[in-house]
């Protein structure tokens, strides 16, 4: 399946062309270089690299579209330097199968690689794709090559030639979110290598895109130990507090995507609720002796999210207790804030409160799943029991459950630059799609149990010859033998003596 690459036609910004200029001469809106967006690191515009307008003698694309100037090079390390010219394959996880593709040129800008020794520096270089930090895949793009052409003054001018490759990588994921980079290795030359070669004159890249095999949804994590939520200022990572936080603000746009492929339903482990009910008795011929009882059983269950297990933060306060109004968990929260809309509606008392960030999460939700999103739900059922001699009775619940999973994106904007967060995070909570799982269930004594059967009711003693007193347990001179039960018949401490009785 296609995996989405942000600007990976490096289509933003658009250079218009000018009427007044001939192709190879169209340059940058007149506002100087532009930066493809979003292929640094946090800022959109922050790329080591330059965007080269379509056409013939400029990025030289059969498509049409334009292309980007590789500026990002490594340091003395090895590593990329602090310009980078980068992207991330977003909601690509960790283990999946992952084939890049990307064309890749020589230079065509004729007009600025013909400075003073331009003729050295019209050379080879290597290009290398980095994944996570690696080194990954490298290869030497040719020497730009420059011919002659007669413009519209009928004068010869020196135009570049594109000569364009595709490039295929494939990669299994060692994270979720893989960092994508490009950069040149090497662009020293001359004696010692003292020289370095202009960036008018490195090579292009266009058309960059990937395929995935995705891998199989993991569904090994309990609900309390989530997927660790993860979230990004760019293409860096930042940490949940700072997305949550751009999410709640009114000013910012924020909108929540459901991942479908990783998002599930499933059934929670069974687990007991209520008391288990234990039958010693007997009939008078010793036949078994079955019990009759009614019991009221009382569960609940409530929403988990990894951005509060991973950020420790109340954002998404409808996922915990302290978002709930007296303990109370049968409520659901509202997907819009009281008092909003045209509607007016007041505030509900009894309604849990929403952070920001979940409303934008149910409503989400609701548009995919075509249901509201449940925080939380409380049953209480009545149950007639039957329980035979020598059999215990209790009850289990196996909850229906659904895993949500997916991304917010929120951009914000700071002094007209536009800066876009993300933060990929797991929701877990009680179905409305799928039922509970109740199971009334009986099965036999433990010989532990069956021992407790066989013992006398447990009673304090009283001394025979005292005067009745009412009893006290913390009367150290009796015995309470409630404190311990299963105590045998034969091995009960008899009564203290008591002081009237030692002093005959």
């Given at each position: 399946m296609d995996v989405p690459v942000v600007n990976g036609s490096f289509d933003q910004p658009r250079i218009a062309p000018d009427p007044k200029k001939q192709d190879w001469e169209q340059e940058h809106y007149g506002k100087g270089e532009l930066k493809p967006w979003y292929w640094g690191r946090t800022e959109p515009n922050s790329a080591a690299g330059v965007v080269v307008a379509a056409g013939t003698h400029r990025a030289g694309r059969a498509d049409g579209k334009q292309a980007v100037r590789v500026d990002a090079l490594l340091d003395a390390d090895g590593n990329l330097a602090q310009e980078q010219l980068k992207t991330r394959l977003w909601d690509v996880r960790k283990g999946s199968r992952v084939t890049v593709s990307f064309d890749y040129s020589p230079t065509t800008d004729a007009k600025k690689c013909t400075s003073t020794g331009a003729e050295?520096?019209?050379?080879?270089?290597?290009?290398?794709?980095?994944?996570?930090?690696?080194?990954?895949?490298?290869?030497?793009?040719?020497a730009p090559t420059f011919g002659k052409i007669t413009n519209a003054e009928k004068k010869e001018v020196e135009v570049g030639k594109p000569n364009w490759k595709r490039?295929?990588?494939?990669?299994?994921?060692?994270?979720?979110?893989?960092?994508?980079?490009?950069?040149?290795?090497?662009?020293?030359?001359?004696?010692?290598?003292?020289?370095?070669?202009?960036?008018e004159c490195h090579p292009m890249i266009a058309a960059v895109a990937a395929r995935q095999r995705p891998i199989e949804v993991d569904k090994s994590h309990r609900k309390h130990t989530l997927p660790p939520a993860q979230a990004f200022k760019g293409n860096d990572r930042s940490d949940v507090g700072t997305v949550l936080g751009a999410c709640g603000n009114s000013s910012n746009a924020c909108t929540f995507t459901l991942n479908q492929r990783y998002s599930y339903g499933y059934y929670d482990r069974p687990r007991p609720v209520g008391e288990v009910y234990e039958n010693c008795t007997f009939g008078e011929d010793g036949t078994a002796a079955a019990l009759r009882d009614?019991?009221?059983?009382?569960?609940?269950?409530?929403?988990?999210?990894?951005?509060?297990?991973?950020?420790?933060?109340?954002?998404?306060?409808?996922?915990?207790?302290?978002?709930?109004?007296?303990?109370?968990?049968?409520?659901?929260?509202?997907?819009a804030a009281p008092s909003q809309g045209p509607t007016k509606v007041p505030a509900d008392p009894s309604q849990a409160t929403a952070g920001k960030a979940a409303v934008h999460f149910a409503a989400a939700y609701e548009a995919v799943r075509d249901q509201p999103w449940q925080w939380s739900r409380t049953v209480t059922r009545d149950i007639d029991v039957i329980t035979p001699k020598n059999h215990a009775s209790w009850v289990e619940v196996s909850a229906a459950r659904e895993r949500a999973d997916g991304h917010y994106t929120v951009t914000s904007t700071d002094a007209g630059e536009k800066t876009v967060h993300r933060l990929f995070i797991t929701y877990d909570g009680p179905s409305r799609i799928t039922s509970d799982r109740v199971f009334q269930r009986h099965g036999t004594l433990s010989p532990t149990e069956i021992e407790r059967c066989k013992t006398h009711r447990p009673l304090p003693y009283t001394p025979e010859k005292d005067?009745?007193?009412?009893?006290?347990?913390?009367?150290?001179d009796v015995t309470d033998e409630s404190l311990t039960p299963g105590t045998a018949v034969g091995v009960r401490p008899g009564p203290s003596p008591s002081p009237s009785a030692s002093a005959k």
């Open positions: 050295e520096q019209r050379k080879e270089l290597g290009l290398q794709m980095r994944v996570d930090g690696k080194a990954a895949w490298q290869e030497t793009v040719a490039a295929t990588y494939e990669f299994t994921a060692e994270a979720d979110h893989p960092e994508v980079a490009f950069a040149l290795p090497d662009v020293k030359y001359g004696k010692d290598k003292g020289k370095t070669v202009a960036k009614k019991r009221k059983v009382v569960y609940r269950e409530r929403s988990f999210d990894s951005g509060t297990q991973a950020g420790n933060t109340q954002f998404l306060d409808s996922s915990s207790h302290d978002g709930l109004t007296e303990q109370d968990l049968s409520h659901d929260v509202s997907h005067p009745v007193v009412p009893y006290d347990p913390k009367d150290g």
